[in-house]
């Protein structure tokens, strides 16, 4: 057995370690949260009933609230309640939203893949952003480029998502006519690919852009610290032309930071997609998250809560799986 | 010292800063009252572009936006001033008793903070404000309730640094009880960090605020806060009525961005890498 595989088999153990040692984290993490969620839903003074009956309550009488009352679970004790809304979430039922009139499991199935496709796109464009305007910027430090991009990413940290947005369609939008104001496709057309590219240039433009600020100023930062590390002159003093040196020298060494610091920023991510899916119209699960709220939806609320803390744990994961795999000084047990 | 702005520009970033946010909050504290708090309506004068009568134009009721924003903004900065405190108290609250008591009680906090950390701070704002609608109550608690963590981790690590100085074991051998460890020599010793923290938390605070109003879940609709003011203006935009978007927003921007940068100016200045410790 040559010391490679050895070491790649001790690496894959460890990842799987670190794996489990999440997993065993995120179970308590997620059933605090839920209960959280639930003693908050349980000490508001919204009543439940008043939504099922809606203006109607007004002509119902007392012996029919309460009878909607035991049929609807609501004089069960807090505990009581919240056991049977979990049991039922561990056997796969997961309720039925009140606003958008189906089951959750059915809204979670028709607006996550859109979610992910505006999410991902968005990170994409971030991540694109950052490697370039951050790499040039640290590679020709103090000169034009660099102040710009530097002062942009400052300002740009002090911008809200729904601003940047708004002030996207009322410039590319509105005043230019260059794409499309919101929805998925246009009004009576058919789901088609192209209609879908159209529509999702802006918000996923936005979304990166509303993103990259952090991850830009991080590039640049390790980028400069890596460029004036040891194997970096190495390199230059043997005669190595720049595009070697900066792309394959001293890149490598800034990359494993930022990769922790993407897993570290999926809330944010997760904050940028509810306020741009809101702005565009994006039939995905973050705007559910605001049609939920303004309904009051608790079921499909709770739900969206759990994915979203879900999603931010297993982005973290990922970096941390991802940074063990990519660097042999990391180590697992961390 | 990478990283760090020097010399000129630390100054520049400082007074520009300050300058901008005493420019902006006299503005906030002065126009409001002499013309109206910018609630009359005037329908015969809706949505007016930029002019010398109205510097940033009109809303779609006609009310003058720029007496309207600075009320706006004056709210926005109250209820993030007023919730950055609540969360910074209650932070300091957690931090000082996880970072004092350890063993168990500080693994129990911890894991709370970072439960609290897992969930994106504005979904998690979004269900309090959905469950207490329509009250500043709602979105201070929804603000606070999601920020202390932060707090409690930065103020944790610094009792756990105190624990190993020299003059808490003299308090100790001396007899001083637990209690008074904490009230003498904890507490005082983490407030300049949690006075900075508290600035620090006031954009996060302007910002978590407007979102919320902007989504209609917010302040209710007759506090004109910046959000409420931007959520009104969307469809405004429709119209083509640029200005209602484009000024409010410069004005939450400017401000935020003058708080970030005392904060980020003090911040340099109170924690220069524990360079104290070093030179001990």
């Known amino acids: 057995m040559t010391p490679t595989t050895a070491g790649s088999r001790s690496r894959a153990t460890a990842v799987a370690r670190l794996v489990l040692r999440r997993l065993a984290f995120a179970v308590p993490v997620l059933f605090l949260v839920a209960f959280g969620v639930f003693l908050l839903a349980a000490a508001s003074p919204f009543d439940p009933v008043y939504q099922y009956y809606g203006v109607q309550i007004l002509n119902a009488s007392a012996a029919d609230v309460a009878d909607v009352r035991a049929r609807l679970g609501l004089d069960e004790g807090v505990l009581a309640q919240f056991w049977g809304w979990f049991t039922g979430v561990l056997s796969g039922d997961l309720g039925v939203s009140r606003s958008m009139r189906q089951p959750v499991a059915r809204v979670l199935a028709e607006r996550l893949p859109w979610t992910l496709l505006l999410t991902v796109t968005g990170l994409v464009v971030a991540v694109v952003f950052a490697l370039v305007l951050g790499t040039v910027a640290a590679w020709r430090q103090g000169g034009w480029i660099d102040r710009v991009v530097t002062a942009l990413g400052h300002a740009l940290e002090g911008i809200p998502p729904f601003v940047l947005a708004l002030l996207a369609i009322a410039l590319f939008s509105l005043g230019l006519g260059w794409l499309p104001v919101a929805g998925l496709t246009d009004a009576g057309s058919a789901l088609s690919i192209g209609q879908v590219v159209e529509h999702l240039a802006l918000p996923a433009l936005v979304l990166g852009i509303s993103q990259s600020p952090w991850l830009v100023l991080h590039v640049r930062q390790s980028m400069l610290s890596s460029l004036s590390q040891d194997h970096v002159t190495g390199a230059r003093a043997r005669g190595l032309g720049e595009r070697v040196v900066v792309l394959r020298h001293a890149l490598p060494t800034a990359l494993l930071p930022f990769v922790t610091l993407i897993g570290a920023r999926i809330p944010e991510l997760v904050t940028g997609t509810v306020l741009v899916e809101e702005v565009f119209s994006w039939p995905g699960l973050a705007a559910a998250v605001v049609t939920a709220a303004t309904a009051v939806d608790y079921p499909l609320l709770a739900i969206l809560t759990l994915v979203a803390t879900a999603a931010v744990l297993l982005g973290s994961l990922l970096a941390d799986v991802a940074a063990v795999l990519l660097d042999p000084r990391v180590s697992a047990d961390g | ?280």
């Not at chain 2, 009250?135 to 190993?164: D, G, K, Q, Y």
């Not at chain 2, 109003?213 to 959520?231: D, K, Q, R, Y």
């Open chain 2, 1 to 280: 010292m990478r990283g760090r702005a020097t010399g000129a520009r630390v100054r520049a970033r400082l007074w520009g800063s300050l300058g901008t946010l005493v420019l902006v909050v006299l503005a906030a504290l002065i126009v409001p009252p002499l013309f109206g708090s910018g609630s009359t309506v005037h329908y015969e004068a809706i949505r007016l572009p930029p002019g010398w009568a109205h510097p940033f134009g009109t809303d779609s009721s006609g009310r003058d936006l720029f007496v309207r924003s600075l009320a706006g903004l004056r709210i926005s900065l109250l209820v993030a001033a007023i919730s950055a405190v609540v969360s910074t108290v209650l932070g300091s609250a957690v931090g000082v008793a996880a970072g004092a008591l350890g063993g168990w009680s500080d693994r129990l906090l911890m894991r709370a903070v970072d439960a609290v950390n897992a969930v994106p701070h504005l979904l998690l704002g979004i269900v309090i404000v959905s469950l207490y609608r329509g009250s500043v109550v709602a979105v201070m608690l929804s603000i606070a309730l999601t920020h202390w963590a932060t707090v409690a981790r930065i103020v944790r690590s610094e009792v756990l640094s105190l624990r190993e100085r020299p003059y808490i074991d003299a308090a100790i051998s001396g007899g001083a009880s637990r209690l008074r460890v904490l009230y003498r020599h904890f507490l005082p010793a983490v407030v300049p960090q949690a006075a900075l923290s508290a600035v620090l938390l006031i954009p996060h605070a302007v910002w978590h605020e407007t979102a919320l109003s902007f989504l209609g879940l917010g302040l209710p609709p007759h506090m004109a806060s910046i959000g409420n003011i931007l959520g009104d203006g969307r469809s405004a935009v429709l119209l083509g009525a640029w200005w209602l978007i484009l000024f409010p927003s410069l004005l939450l921007v400017a401000t935020t961005l003058a708080v970030s940068g005392i904060a980020a100016t003090w911040r340099d200045r109170v924690v220069p890498r524990r360079r104290s410790e070093l030179s001990l």
